[in-house]
């Protein structure tokens, strides 16, 4: 059977859908093709649902003949990235990436120099995975140069053409390969491509830290990324994006326990000590350009000693209390994974406290320290703090005259004493 004589995404709604068929319509007005291309081809081959996907499109057309089709069509355009021949239509809520065919110049491991072509294959040819090189026309005709929709049906993850060629042209695609891997792999690994991802596995150096980021966000995303890490052990890659030994063991347990842990906190099952080192946590967050949100979560998953699972319902809810529910759960879940922990102890106890918990509040203010009398400044931070610390040891009963009286004790200790003490 001929190249594009398939037709297996003839129905695919995405396909027929009004935006996409306007936007059709509009690059193909001067009778040159346009098909869709990349990752919503091989997503809609698995079944998937693109609803609010952003789709890729490729054409012969040049980017400023692109932007005057779409301009014709009354369709908005972004010259995203026109040096590299990008254009954006918005239509609706839905987004287009419109790339003219390309063919590489030269590369550098990093970025290329890219001519434009008008040759599909020429443009696939310079992709990086057969199950990301394969293309659909409007019909839903399928093009498939290099063999993905095998691969894709397989589970096999492998280079179009030279795998060592295909990295040199940029080491980012080592990343790649292990996160298609993990998402849409299955065991054995291809072994050419193993290879030369651990060939050229030194060169992931080159990397900037939010390219690193995104390729392991997403990896660590999948439904079971250790078999992935796993070979990126072997191969020499991980210890290029996470150094040190890392614990997989515990991040097993914490998918067979909680596998809806996003990626972060997956990564500090890794990442916490032992077996990992203990600044191996900030180097990742450094390496990886972390936003100062994600890096301060990684370091409390990291640092923050875990709550006994077998812990009492006042112990709970005072850590309840010290670390807001999403902290503590996020905690309990890596106490059940933790490899030195009790296997037969469960989250189950721990879980539950904490879907009841309802964030107390202590019913005084300083507005009733400096009523009281104590000049307003650091002192009083001091007395709120110990009458706190009195009312949590309560587990939260006292109300506020009680800690009204409590309050007056504290204020009146403060006439002889050099620390506020709260009573026994």
């Not at 997403?218 to 890490?229: D, H, I, Y």
Request: with cysteine; proline share 7%.
């Amino acid at each position: 059977m001929s190249e594009g004589e398939e037709r297996p995404l003839a129905d695919a709604a995405w396909l027929h859908a009004p935006a996409s068929r306007r936007l059709l319509e509009a690059l193909t007005a001067r009778g040159r093709p346009a098909r869709f291309v990349g990752g919503c081809v091989r997503d809609a081959l698995l079944g998937r649902d693109l609803v609010g996907q952003e789709l890729d499109l490729a054409t012969p057309e040049v980017p400023d003949e692109v932007q005057r089709l779409l301009k014709d069509a009354g369709i908005r355009a972004i010259p995203t990235g026109i040096e590299h021949g990008t254009v954006t239509a918005i239509i609706g809520k839905r987004r287009f990436e419109i790339t003219t065919l390309r063919r590489d110049v030269a590369t550098d491991g990093r970025r290329a120099t890219v001519a434009f072509t008008d040759d599909f294959r020429e443009d696939a040819a310079r992709r990086d995975l057969t199950i990301n090189a394969m293309s659909c026309d409007g019909e839903g005709r399928l093009f498939d140069y290099f063999g993905g929709r095998a691969d894709l049906a397989a589970g096999r993850i492998r280079f179009v053409g030279d795998a060592a060629i295909r990295i040199a042209e940029d080491y980012l695609r080592i990343l790649r390969f292990f996160r298609f891997l993990a998402h849409h792999g299955r065991e054995p690994a291809d072994p050419v491509a193993l290879r030369a991802c651990a060939a050229a596995a030194g060169q992931i150096e080159r990397l900037s830290g939010e390219r690193i980021r995104m390729e392991m966000q997403t990896l660590l995303e999948a439904e079971n990324p250790l078999p992935a890490l796993h070979l990126m052990d072997q191969a020499g890659v991980l210890e290029q994006v996470a150094p040190g030994p890392v614990a997989f063991e515990r991040l097993a347990r914490l998918l067979g326990q909680a596998p809806e842990a996003d990626a972060l906190l997956r990564l500090s099952a890794l990442l916490r000590p032992p077996p990992a080192e203990s600044r191996a946590a900030g180097r990742v967050a450094e390496r990886w350009r972390l936003s100062n949100e994600q890096r301060d979560r990684l370091m409390q998953l990291v640092e923050t000693p875990l709550p006994p699972l077998a812990a009492a319902p006042s112990e709970r809810r005072r850590a309840l209390h010290r670390l807001g529910k999403n902290l503590y759960l996020d905690l309990v879940r890596l106490a059940a994974a933790d490899v030195a922990g009790d296997p037969g102890t469960g989250p189950t106890a721990a879980v539950a406290e904490a879907n009841r918990w309802i964030p107390r509040r202590l019913p005084v203010t300083g507005d009733d320290v400096t009523g009281l009398g104590l000049t307003p400044g650091p002192r009083v931070g001091e007395v709120l703090r110990a009458l706190e610390a009195w009312w949590v040891d309560r587990d939260f009963r006292p109300g506020r005259e009680a800690c009204l009286a409590e309050l007056k004790r504290l204020v009146a200790q403060e006439g002889g004493a050099s620390a506020v003490v709260p009573s026994g």
